[in-house]
């Protein structure tokens, strides 16, 4: 069964980056339930998401673009954040947010936090949102370049981060007011799309 349930991740994850079709014939070599003992059967051989990419674009008023990258674990994702158009010394709340919908001025189409496992909004030492992030600081250029892993999240699956959007916020999250850390506008959005 064990084997049935990856196969099903790993068949969502395909769909999800269907301009791969390398990775097609992986997937298709399911190993028999007897399937011999030195046929090492992993995640990676199943083709999990290792790598992902969004582009920060603005909203109607901010002029902040940016980009943010995610290496992919098995139960971890490093996020890289760079971005630039920031009051300098400002700090920004930063979410995945639960729709990859970037398409209005004011962002409101990605919906709220990406939540899949019912959590309360909050900081990674507390129960949070899978799409809660660390607050990011503008440095005295107004620019940002922070790096952090997250611990519990994936990037492909269909609770992974792959498909939903990051949301870069006027304020600082204060991991605290629900359902969202009081964050104000949102100010650059990008849509999480597998490398
Ligand atoms: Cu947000
Ligand atoms: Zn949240």
Do not use: W
């Not at 196969?7 to 997937?27: D, E, I, M, W, Y």
């Not at 005295?140 to 699956?157: M, N, Q, S, Y």
Request: aromatic fraction near 6%; include cysteine; proline fraction near 7%.
């Amino acid at each position: 069964m064990r084997y049935a349930l990856t196969l099903v991740l790993a068949a969502a994850g395909l769909a999800a980056c269907a301009s791969k079709p390398a990775a097609a014939p992986v997937a298709a070599a399911a190993p028999a339930p007897g399937a011999s003992p030195e046929v090492k059967v992993t995640e990676s051989y199943f083709g999990r998401t290792k790598a992902a990419v969004a582009t920060l674009t603005p909203s109607a008023t901010s002029g902040v673009t940016g980009i943010v990258t995610f290496s992919g674990g098995s139960t971890t994702v490093d996020v890289h954040v760079l971005a630039s158009g920031l009051q300098p010394g400002s700090i920004h709340a930063f979410h995945v947010h639960e729709n990859g919908n970037c398409a209005s001025a004011d962002f409101l189409g990605a919906g709220d936090h990406f939540n899949p496992t019912h959590k309360p909004h909050g900081a990674q030492d507390q129960p949070h949102h899978a799409g809660d992030m660390p607050s990011l600081l503008a440095d005295p250029a107004g620019k940002i370049d922070a790096r952090f892993t997250l611990e519990g999240v994936t990037l492909g699956g269909t609770d992974g981060f792959v498909g939903h959007a990051v949301i870069l916020h006027a304020a600082a999250d204060n991991y605290e007011a629900q359902p969202s850390g009081n964050a104000g506008a949102r100010i650059a959005c990008g849509v999480i799309a597998a490398q």
